[in-house]
């Protein structure tokens, strides 16, 4: 049995094996933080859930085989010490396995149906083919035997509990094949001209392509490029449900939304090689604004969650993604952006400024991203410099883009609004040397230790530079070997897996160091830079780190940690090889 090369290779404990398009994945990774002993296929429709338990066979026997598993982007291995069984994505909604002294086992993960969950189990008639129907994604798996032999299928027809399975396994040659398809209602019966080795080859390539379009500045300075692209590819979807246009999650494993501030930086790595794509990506959350102009705090296939938002960093993102972009946004795009940008500024300087008040407020932790922060510890409905700090590139953002459009008018008010915002941030909110935080209930002020609290360093050059100069210095005590902590380590309520209370995050690397090299501290962003490249080259793209010891912790195959490495090892490598000057990435 002969495969191709198939790039970098990966964990199944880490990252799933899935296809750009695919809503399910193989892992063993079956819900949150919970790790079964074989492989599952996994769908993300309607959720998470894990729908077919597959698993390797000593040859002529139902006794589960000990193998190793290996997997690069194309192409997914069990391997025994007889044998080996290869699966690979023949299209984003079928498999093909084939194996060879070893039999394979596909089984449904809910022993248990009822009238409103588990997997019914059926052979359809007149084909040798097998079907579990599963309620909890709404959809059907077909099972079609394309040579070999069907050994054992038990529970077909079967209510309640039983085991429900198909067990396949060589014929007179020593091997076997199969076809797994995901499908709605009725599909023709399953043909395919495509040999096992075509179908490989034709899904490294598929990843080659996406990764020669994302990272072709790659080289051996950033050799975690191949792999951060793989984890973008493997975790795209196609429209479905609520997801309104190609997506790129945040994971295929539990964290499989897309968050309404996670998606720019996805936006932002995809905008050079694959533009359509990126833009998808920025507007999403924006095809399910709400009549207030808000964004929805997620989106996913079957839910969109209104209560509460993210921060609006789309300014910001915006601006860097417009001169990511290989072309310029028509006049159309322009105008839509436009409108969609402002109605979300809008939502901020309306609803959440209380009465009489200059800069606005987050009325709970998650609305900043940052759920849980040291910031929030006192009170959660707050005014804080960094929510003022994204609202002021947002708000010169549109004043940029109103000039464009030529709606001067427009333009003269953004621009009277930001300055009055940042010349409130810093009014009101500078004090004794520190940002600090205000109860908008009772006026009363407080600091923390967290790095939420130097966020307004992303102004960069619109910050006055002693301001700069002092935030740059504190960024430095929430630096450790790998980054940058998000509570001080020497904090009181530093955790060492607390969520935004001590881990290092990608999205709050990428934004300090933008805002720190625009305002001129290019050593201490290239340190940064530097300290979290070499994190994710050691400990891959996990949601967060451990900021002491640097083991990934939660998820642990993040797409904004993907994106995020991408982006710093580009502008590494770029700034290595072309003039600042030369190109319009972000820096």
């Not at 002529?60 to 982007?73: F, H, S, W």
Request: net charge negative; charged share 20%.
């Amino acid at each position: 049995m002969t495969v191709a090369p198939s790039g970098p290779a990966f964990s199944l404990h880490d990252i799933p094996f899935s296809t750009y398009g695919s809503w399910f994945d193989i892992s063993p990774v079956v819900a949150e933080k919970t790790y079964a002993e074989d492989l599952h296929l996994v769908s993300h429709q309607t959720g998470m859930h894990g729908v077919l338990r597959l698993t390797p066979l000593n040859a002529g026997t139902a006794d589960r085989a000990e193998t190793r598993v290996e997997a690069t982007p194309a192409l997914l291995s069990w391997i025994g010490r007889t044998g080996r069984v290869d699966l690979a994505y023949e299209t984003p909604d079928t498999l093909r396995l084939r194996g060879s002294g070893l039999g394979m086992r596909i089984s449904a993960a809910e022993r248990t149906l009822t009238p409103f969950s588990g997997t019914y189990f059926y052979r359809e008639p007149h084909a040798e083919a097998y079907v579990f129907t599963s309620y909890e994604t709404g959809r059907r798996y077909r099972i079609t035997l394309l040579s070999g032999a069907v050994t054992e299928a038990a529970g077909g027809q079967t209510l309640g509990g039983a085991e429900r399975q198909v067990t396949v396994g060589a014929d007179g040659d020593g091997s076997w094949e199969i076809a797994v398809e995901e499908y709605e209602t009725a599909r023709r019966p399953y043909r395919s001209p495509a040999a096992f080795e075509e179908i490989v080859r034709a899904a490294h390539d598929a990843f080659t392509a996406f990764t020669d379009a994302v990272a072709p500045w790659r080289s051996s300075a950033t050799p975690a490029a191949e792999l951060a692209a793989y984890v973008l590819w493997s975790a795209t979807v196609r429209p479905k449900g609520f997801v309104t246009r190609p997506a790129v999650l945040m994971s295929k494993h539990w964290m499989d939304k897309v968050w309404s501030w996670d998606h720019c930086f996805n936006a932002l790595a995809l905008a050079p090689g694959h533009p359509e794509l990126a833009w998808d990506q920025f507007s999403l959350p924006f095809d399910h604004q709400d009549d207030s102009g808000a964004l929805p705090d997620s989106v996913t296939h079957s839910e969109v969650l209104h209560n509460f938002v993210k921060p609006p960093i789309h300014g910001w993102a915006l601006g860097h993604l417009r001169r990511r972009l290989p072309h310029p946004l028509g006049a159309a795009r322009l105008a839509e952006a436009y409108e969609r940008l402002a109605r979300w500024t809008e939502f901020w300087l309306t609803s959440r400024r209380a009465p009489g008040a200059t800069l606005p407020h987050y009325q709970h932790g998650n609305d900043s991203g940052w759920d849980n922060a040291t910031t929030f510890d006192p009170e959660r409905v707050v005014v804080t410099a960094d929510l003022a700090a994204f609202l002021v590139l947002q708000l010169r953002e549109l004043a940029g883009m109103a000039h464009e459009l030529e709606l001067l008018d427009d333009a003269r008010r953004w621009t009277r609004t930001a300055d009055a915002v940042q010349a409130a941030m810093l009014d009101e909110l500078w004090s004794d040397g520190r940002f600090v935080t205000r109860s908008v209930g009772s006026g009363d002020t407080w600091s923390s230790a967290g790095l939420l609290d130097l966020m307004p360093i992303v102004l960069g050059e619109h910050l006055p530079e002693d301001i700069s100069a002092v935030l740059a210095e504190r960024l430095r005590s929430h630096l450790t070997e790998y980054g940058l902590a998000t509570e001080q380590p020497t904090s009181p309520h530093y955790l060492a897996d607390g969520y935004w209370r001590g881990p290092i995050w990608a999205p709050s690397t990428v934004l300090v160091e933008d805002g720190l090299r625009r305002a001129g501290h290019h050593r201490l962003a290239d340190d940064i830079s530097a300290r979290f490249r070499a994190l994710c080259e050691t400990s891959g793209f996990a949601e967060n780190f451990d900021a002491l010891t640097g083991r990934g912790l939660r998820d642990r195959a993040y797409t904004w940690t993907a994106s995020s490495y991408l982006l710093l090892a580009e502008a590494h490598e770029l700034r290595h090889t072309e003039p600042a000057h030369s190109h319009g990435r972000a820096r």
